[in-house]
């Protein structure tokens, strides 16, 4: 991010949520690899809380949330980051075992609220049952992150290992809130509630340039920068991602879990935002198996597990 962006952000955060009357506010810190620059966030995690705290409140209690590979890690930026009940959340890339359960201890010494992003590609997509342990002898939850952008053979790849990673959950007596396929699907917190779907509803990037756009993964969504956005009044979506307009969804029995599926991803991978997520009939049939995870959860009611 520019010295130019790093020092307006604060107070442009400070003026959109008072003209847009935001109550919480969470602010994610997303890579490339964020820790390589330690001293700038932990500077803009000091400033942003001290101009904010009187304006919003944390959303869940947590200020920000830090997307890392945890390479850059140190005790001193972990107990710093504490402060503000910052959740961190560690993607094990192409680590050994061993040292994803080193980086894992570390930063649960201090990290009250810890969870492991695994992005389903590359080595991971085999050792998915290894990592999940890992995570459970840690007390740390799991979110995996399938591609925003398959190929038919990647979603092919995904069902053996997805399928068998289910069954290890709902088997083990370890507990684990079932929230684990993000990047595409967003289910809600501790409920069966309708959930609805994060990414162009109120989840605004601000990028390293002060461009700003409504979605992580979606470079074609740029709504305007730092200059000329002030407020929610000004951010306009141009898309329509509505699944209940797409046929096959409006008649599923998961519509209230998947929405379906990431908007991204139907548009990648059809051109258009009006098909049912690629991830479709992989999702239909995991989601008996989310539910028993639910179900689960459900009549465990102790030692909730953040993430
Ligand atoms: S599972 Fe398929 S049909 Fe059902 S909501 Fe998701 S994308 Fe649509």
Not at 12 to 40: A, N, Q, Y
Not at 53 to 65: A, I, K, L, Q
Request: net charge negative; charged share 25%; hydrophobic share 35%.
């Amino acid at each position: 991010m520019t010295d130019e962006v790093v020092k307006k952000l604060p107070d442009w955060l400070k003026s959109f949520c008072v003209k847009s009357r935001v109550e919480k506010l969470c602010v994610s810190f997303l890579g490339g690899e964020p820790s390589i620059r330690m001293d700038l966030c932990l500077n803009l995690m000091e400033s942003i809380y001290s101009k904010l705290n009187e304006v919003v409140r944390p959303y869940h209690g947590s200020w920000f949330m830090f997307f890392t590979n945890g390479d850059f890690l140190t005790d001193e930026a972990l107990i710093e980051m504490s402060r503000y009940n910052t959740i961190v959340l560690y993607n094990p890339t192409y680590d050994s075992l061993e040292e994803i359960d080193r980086k894992l201890k570390l930063i649960k010494k201090r990290i009250r609220f810890c969870c492991m992003s695994v992005v389903i590609d590359g080595v991971n997509i085999g050792r998915l049952i290894e990592i999940t342990d890992i995570a459970l002898s840690n007390k740390v939850n799991l979110r995996l992150n399938p591609l925003y952008h398959p190929t038919s053979d990647y979603i092919h790849s995904l069902y053996e290992p997805l399928d068998s990673l289910f069954d290890h959950l709902i088997s083990t007596d370890e507990l684990i809130w079932p929230k684990l396929l993000l990047g595409s699907l967003y289910v809600g917190w501790g409920s069966r509630s309708i959930s609805p779907y994060s990414y162009g509803s109120w989840l605004l990037v601000v990028d390293t340039d002060g461009s700003i756009r409504i979605c992580s993964a979606d470079d074609g969504t740029d709504i305007g920068d730092l200059s000329t956005i002030s407020s929610i009044d000004d951010v306009k979506f141009d898309h329509s991602w509505n699944a209940k307009s797409i046929g096959l969804c409006q008649r599923c029995e998961w519509l209230s879990w998947c929405h379906g599926g990431h908007p991204l991803t139907r548009f990648s991978y059809y051109g258009s935002y009006n098909y049912p997520t690629p991830y479709c009939d992989l999702y239909k049939k995991l989601f008996p198996k989310w539910k028993s995870l639910l179900d689960k959860w459900e009549s465990r009611k102790h030692g909730q597990m953040y993430m």
